[in-house]
């Protein structure tokens, strides 16, 4: 049948760009040069529940020195007590109060710049408070960045998964990201569009960080990694993803109702623009979800069957439960539905909250 000829063919793609990325993603294992500080650098907003264990981590870091910085934006719970209790018992750690939110800020990209001024680091890694890093994780982001001259080293960490509601949302991030772009963010390929970080874990190199102007040159976006990392490139440097599974774990969302709203949040500067998104669309859906509807068709059952291979293919390497796989195909259509809606409500000019804060629409692009 000739659609299962097209859908056959829209697979290919994925297909291609997994298999190299799976293999070509570096994964890191050594040392930073002597004189390497790493400040890590912890927004945190309402994060009692988190930071204590953020903190732990961070602190068991081996391999060179580091100093962890805590920006308490606004917090009305105990996170600020808590991080002074740490504070008081080591002298690496260091609390830090937002001042107010200036105008045309998004709240952690501004909390991201205060704490790169107050930070002493010759590389500043800037962590979520739901982020728990291994111990040789800051050296060797630190020393991946040295050796090879990157200015931005950025992973997605392991993703902690428990729910039916974080399994068919949050996988799709590291299946995006190995099986649809191109080079999987190496530094290999300098294109400033081909870019892509996961701001739950960045390393930056401080000197480049502020060649490029830091946080304040993208202090209005939402999606801060890939804001950032294209930065970096239109500036002329290198930025690269490595396998973060090794380096650091995280609970993103602990059900549906979270999960979809962050995702809504970083879509409006993702995939969810009025050119790309029937693209995306297309290209989704027609190797994913499209085969489903040519059954018995023998090319329909190889794509789906090439489809879950690629997505197991995928789980194994980022460690995300095997119970995730046959929820692929309601992942890709959870996706495409947070696309679409967040594509619609920014047409609304409808707000984006997050944290307690509203911001306005992103503008639409191509």
């Avoid at 040069?33 to 602190?59: F, H, K, Q, W």
């Avoid at 993702?270 to 059954?295: N, Q």
């Amino acid at each position: 049948m000739e659609f299962a000829h097209i859908a056959l063919a829209l697979a290919l793609l994925p297909i291609i760009f997994g298999i190299i990325n799976l293999r070509r993603m570096p994964r890191l294992r050594s040392t930073p040069p002597a004189g390497t500080r790493v400040s890590i650098l912890i927004p945190a907003r309402n994060e009692a529940g988190n930071i204590a264990a953020c903190l732990d981590a961070a602190l068991a870091s081996t391999g060179c020195e580091v100093e962890v910085v805590v920006m308490d934006d606004g917090s009305t719970d105990s996170t600020a007590a808590i991080v002074q209790s740490y504070a008081a018992r080591d002298a690496r750690v260091r609390l830090v109060q937002a001042p107010s939110l200036p105008p045309g800020w998004t709240g952690k990209v501004h909390a991201c710049a205060r704490l790169a001024e107050a930070a002493t680091g010759t590389h500043l890694l800037f962590i979520d408070a739901d982020v728990r890093l291994a111990p040789h994780a800051a050296a060797a982001m630190a020393a991946h960045s040295a050796t090879h001259k990157i200015a931005m080293v950025s992973g997605v960490p392991r993703q902690i998964i428990r729910s039916i509601g974080e399994g068919l949302t949050v996988p799709f991030i590291n299946f995006l990201l190995i099986c649809y772009l191109p080079f999987g963010g190496r530094a290999v390929q300098r294109k400033a569009s081909l870019a892509a970080a996961c701001g739950q874990l960045i390393l930056v190199e401080r000197r480049a960080y502020e060649a490029i102007g830091g946080h304040a040159a993208i202090k209005g976006v939402l999606h801060d990694g890939i804001a950032l990392a294209r930065r970096f490139r239109e500036n002329g440097h290198d930025t690269e993803i490595v396998d973060g599974t090794p380096l650091a774990t995280c609970r993103m969302y602990d059900n549906f109702s979270h999960a979809w709203g962050g995702f809504i949040k970083n879509a409006r500067e993702g995939m969810a623009t009025p050119v790309g998104l029937p693209i995306w669309t297309v290209l989704l859906a027609g190797a994913h979800l499209w085969p489903w509807a040519l059954l018995p068709d023998i090319e329909a059952v190889l794509t789906i069957c090439l489809m879950f291979a690629l997505r197991a293919a995928v789980t194994w390497r980022t460690g995300e439960p095997w119970w995730t796989v046959p929820l692929h195909p309601l992942t890709v259509l959870v996706a495409l539905a947070i696309q679409w809606t967040a594509l619609v409500r920014s047409a609304l000019g409808l707000k984006a909250g997050w944290k307690g804060r509203a911001y306005a629409a992103a503008k639409a692009e191509g």
